[in-house]
Nanobody, 123 residues
């Protein structure tokens, strides 16, 4: 069992930056690929980014490529989402996710979900 707790969300102006963190419980963090999803009001949850167990492979949604980066520190059981050049359409609740591979996470093959952290980007 893995528990995921997100933090770092908040209110930011368009063009600004935020860094989200996701802390995982347990000693098996390094055996999971990790990812981030988001869900805007009235919309379905969508994939944002994923990262392999070693951190060597990453995937991004087209809508965030070049603006968001994902990284992880296995020694701290933490995965990060650095969000730059934020746009109002990035407003959503952001969820941390864990799965077997980065590619599976990118295609919604998720074993564990966090409860989410809200991000609001004002224009």
């Amino acid at each position: 069992q893995v528990q995921l707790v997100e933090s770092g969300g908040g209110l930011v102006q368009a063009g600004g930056s935020l860094r989200l963190s996701c802390a995982a419980s347990g000693r098996t963090f390094s055996t999971y690929a990790m990812g981030w999803f988001r869900q805007a009001p009235g919309k379905e949850r969508e994939f944002v980014a994923s990262i392999s167990r070693s951190g060597g492979t990453t995937y991004f949604a087209d809508s965030v490529k070049g603006r968001f980066t994902i990284s992880r520190e296995n020694a701290k059981n933490t995965v990060y989402l650095q969000m730059n050049s934020l746009k109002p359409e990035d407003t959503a609740v952001y969820y941390c996710a864990a799965g077997s591979t980065a590619q599976k996470v990118a295609t919604y093959g998720v074993d564990y979900w966090g409860k989410g952290t809200p991000v609001t980007v004002s224009s």
